[in-house]
């Protein structure tokens, strides 16, 4: 298949810690975030959302921040698993429905 | 369920030519996306559809490039004159509402301008 993320930023981490993903995103007018995880050949796969009026939102062993100060996304990965190996896209909506997406991180879960 | 659906899956087409890539959104999503999407980078957004309506064409690059969903449902997008920066993955995503909900994306096509 087709690989992913050539040449991107890489977050290496041991089976079973936490991982945490950053992303600066540009628009202050964005009102919805989402996170999306890319495996090699495949389309990308939706993690996890927030809105504007929040700064936190837990799902299942994945945790998003918002921080609008500083135009700021995190996403938190517990207990990281070989199956979390993949790369991570954060991506903004301002109006609705037209996304930009940030330009990605890659993870590799070591065993 | 049957996820979303995109053919072909990979083409390959000499310079000048025109191309059609097709979409088949989940059934019931009335939003659709098209994508291009670089070796190495995050979806590049092209259109977006609302039921048959384009509400955004902001993002195709130019005049060569133009999409349809006449039904509401399949979605083409056209390349015409391609060039060899047409190379690409393109993916289409659809959502169930028209709002901020959860895109599912395709498999995208592999274009290959020789």
């Known amino acids: 298949g087709e690989s992913v993320g050539l040449h991107l930023p890489t977050l290496s981490v041991q089976e079973g810690d936490n991982s945490i993903i950053n992303c600066a995103y540009s628009n202050s007018a964005s009102d919805y975030f989402i996170w999306y995880k890319q495996e090699s050949g495949k389309g990308p796969q939706f993690i996890i959302d927030?809105?504007?009026?929040?700064d936190k939102r837990q799902g299942q062993r994945v945790t998003v921040l918002l921080n609008k100060t500083v135009k700021h996304l995190s996403l938190q990965i517990a207990a990281t698993q070989p199956g979390d190996s993949a790369v991570y896209f954060c991506a903004e909506m301002a109006g609705g429905f037209k996304t930009i997406f940030g330009a990605g991180t890659r993870l590799f879960v070591k065993a | 369920g049957a996820g979303v659906s995109q053919s072909p899956r990979y083409k390959v087409t000499k310079r000048g030519q025109d191309v059609a890539l097709r979409c088949d959104p989940i059934s019931g999503h009335v939003s659709l996306y098209w994508y291009r999407q670089a070796l190495g980078q995050g979806p590049e957004f092209l259109t977006y559809f609302n039921y048959e309506a384009q509400q955004d064409k902001s993002g195709l690059p130019n005049d060569r490039f133009s999409a349809e969903r006449p039904e509401g449902s399949i979605s083409t997008l056209t390349i015409q004159r391609t060039e060899q920066r047409d190379s690409a993955m393109y993916r289409c995503?659809?959502?169930?509402?028209?709002?901020?909900?959860?895109?599912?994306f395709g498999p995208g096509t592999r274009l290959t301008v020789t």
């Open positions: 995503a659809s959502s169930f509402g028209t709002q901020a909900y959860e895109q599912y």
């Open positions: 927030i809105r504007s009026n929040m």
